[in-house]
């Protein structure tokens, strides 16, 4: 079962709510706020200095990814809220960048009794930091939120046996030409192996290209995404159309 909604996914699971719709986890990455820049010691959005045509900046087409940290801040901790409500279990993929540092610190600090793990995704190579004086990245976080005894780091549906997977997770980037912010597809394998099983249904409320939703084709996973974006929803529409099992 595929379902794909070309819509804001925070008046989707909004409907999912009101139909009191679950899902058996939930895989995203949203948007980094990577337009968010510090100049002058105050916080300005990189469109304003010219360098919009970038294609560090160029990720979405009518998202400008650019939200005064406030508003970021209040833009995640809405979604996270509505997406506990939708799953157990989710898996929220970020990078911590200037553009978002202190309000991913601020919903860390709020969620804290929500995460159950944190994984290091490291991406074996970093590039060159933009900036002087600022360390090369290489490593993204994974945080996993659950409603099932957070409190504690073991998963009662977990299919890996006991000592055989480690929280940092060494997984080259992928070229991804149709969107630069995707991640790749090994990394939604490696969740799905270990912390789903097959009929399961995914919801990837940022879909993007459709990263997850092909992956879970490929592995016998049912898959519902949301993506506002028409040109990364139609792209992401006919990927997972073409994929043959």
């Known amino acids: 079962m595929?379902?794909?909604?070309?819509?804001?996914?925070l008046a989707q699971m909004d409907s999912f709510i009101k139909e009191g719709r679950k899902f058996d986890a939930i895989i995203t990455s949203p948007p980094y706020n990577?337009?968010?820049?510090v100049h002058t010691g105050k916080y300005m959005s990189r469109w304003k200095w010219n360098e919009c045509q970038s294609s560090f900046a160029a990720k979405y087409n009518n998202y400008t990814d650019d939200l005064p940290m406030e508003e970021y801040f209040n833009f995640q901790d809405s979604f996270i809220e509505?997406?506990?409500?939708?799953?157990?279990?989710?898996?929220y993929n970020i990078q911590m960048i200037t553009?978002?540092?202190?309000?991913?610190?601020?919903?860390?600090?709020?969620?804290?009794?929500?995460?159950?793990?944190?994984?290091?995704?490291?991406?074996?190579?970093?590039?060159?930091?933009?900036?002087?004086?600022?360390?090369?990245s290489q490593f993204e976080f994974v945080f996993v939120f659950s409603n099932v005894k957070p409190y504690n780091r073991s998963f009662d549906t977990a299919c890996f046996e006991r000592g055989t997977l480690s929280n940092v997770?060494?997984?080259k980037r992928e070229r991804n030409e149709e969107h630069k912010a995707a991640f790749p597809q090994m990394l939604?394998?490696?969740?799905?192996?270990?912390f789903t099983k097959e009929g399961d249904t995914i919801l990837d409320p940022f879909m993007g290209s459709g990263t997850c939703g092909l992956v879970?084709?490929?592995?016998?996973?049912?898959?519902?995404?949301?993506?506002?974006?028409?040109?990364?929803?139609?792209?992401?529409k006919d990927k997972i159309n073409e994929v043959l099992i």
């Open 2 to 9: 595929i379902e794909l909604y070309n819509s804001d996914c």
């Open 188 to 194: 939604v394998k490696k969740i799905l192996e270990n």
């Open 216 to 236: 879970c084709k490929y592995m016998n996973r049912n898959f519902v995404g949301i993506e506002l974006d028409q040109k990364y929803f139609d792209l992401a």
């Open 34 to 37: 990577m337009c968010l820049r």
């Open 99 to 136: 553009g978002n540092k202190v309000a991913l610190f601020k919903l860390i600090g709020k969620y804290s009794e929500k995460i159950k793990e944190v994984i290091i995704w490291d991406k074996c190579t970093s590039q060159p930091a933009m900036n002087a004086g600022t360390l090369n």
């Open 169 to 171: 997770w060494n997984i």
């Open 82 to 91: 509505k997406a506990l409500q939708c799953t157990d279990l989710m898996f």
